[in-house]
């Protein structure tokens, strides 16, 4: 006869079981992550910012050092004479804010790409946050060299395509800085640093590079919010030149005025370009996905 003692010792509940089971059990990501009131709040804010930059940042001249007073035949506001009257200093104080803006949303951008790729058991995905962690501040420094790299690259374009070779030098040198701030930094942060190893790693971010800068074909919102920016800073600092060729004779044609502020004016065209192709398609295949739970109900 069995004892009362052996009767106690039961089998795990059921419940027990599951929950033990899910902590071994991997735990696949959503099909394609969108956070859309997120993505929508912080896009906003940073679109602002950037705005604010670009006018009202330069306008802090003043109260370090009074412009000095220029005669001219075609008076501007105040405003527009702060923005005017030393492109090099409106050219710095924008690079200088556009460089926290830009650690700031990479940084954000490259939480959302993990969480969008984050796969395995739970024990695994923590363990896989850890790594992302640790490897933060050598994303940093990449993302920072990389910048720099393409700032000298830019630089030799721009003079190429008609910038003075001997003369503005510097503001030459801070528009590149401010084209490569917003079209390097991000992808670098976020994707790595290019790779020309032969490992499969190295391969497959050598494709992702060359499928989303020179074949300009991007798969998910992340790669549109990186894609499409960039292509409307060039787009814009390009169309930004032509007012500098009109014999109008205005202070705000000084270069390099009208393509910092052209390529500013794309940025912003081109992220929100991102944001509303990546809201449409999601919204597409949420209404596509809720058909069958539709069809079933009824």
């Avoid at 923590?126 to 501040?137: A, E, G, Q, S, T």
Wanted: with cysteine; glycine share 6%; hydrophobic share 45%.
């Amino acid at each position: 006869m069995p004892t009362t003692s052996s009767r106690a010792k039961a089998p795990p509940t059921r419940s027990k079981a599951k929950v033990k089971s899910s902590k071994t059990e991997p735990t696949p990501p959503p099909a394609d992550r969108f956070p859309f009131a997120q993505y929508a709040s912080v896009l906003g804010v940073r679109l602002i910012l950037v705005g604010f930059t670009a006018l009202y940042l330069p306008q802090t001249t003043r109260f370090f050092a009074p412009l000095a007073a220029r005669e001219t035949d075609r008076p501007q506001s105040e405003f527009m004479e702060n923005l005017t009257a030393d492109p090099s200093l409106t050219l710095g104080w924008i690079a200088g804010g556009l460089t926290l803006l830009e650690v700031w949303w990479a940084s954000w951008m490259r939480a959302w790409s993990f969480e969008q790729t984050a796969k395995g058991t739970e024990v695994e995905i923590k363990l896989n946050r850890v790594r992302f962690d640790c490897l933060r501040f050598t994303r940093f420094k990449d993302a920072t060299a990389f910048t720099l790299c393409v700032a000298l690259t830019a630089h030799v374009v721009v003079v190429v395509f008609g910038a003075p070779l001997t003369t503005h030098v510097l503001k030459t040198a801070l528009l590149a800085l401010v084209l490569a701030i917003l079209t390097a930094f991000t992808p670098t942060f976020v994707l790595g640093l290019p790779s020309l190893g032969s490992d499969t790693p190295s391969l497959i971010n050598r494709l992702t590079w060359t499928r989303l800068f020179v074949e300009l074909s991007p798969r998910n919102a992340i790669e549109c919010t990186m894609v499409y920016p960039a292509v409307g800073v060039f787009i814009g600092g390009w169309l930004g030149a032509i007012p500098i060729a009109l014999d109008w004779d205005r202070p705000w044609q000084a270069w390099p005025l009208t393509p910092l502020f052209g390529s500013l004016g794309g940025y912003i065209i081109g992220a929100l370009w991102a944001f509303a192709s990546s809201t449409t398609r999601w919204l597409a295949t949420e209404h596509i996905r809720s058909q069958p739970s539709k069809a079933k109900s009824s």
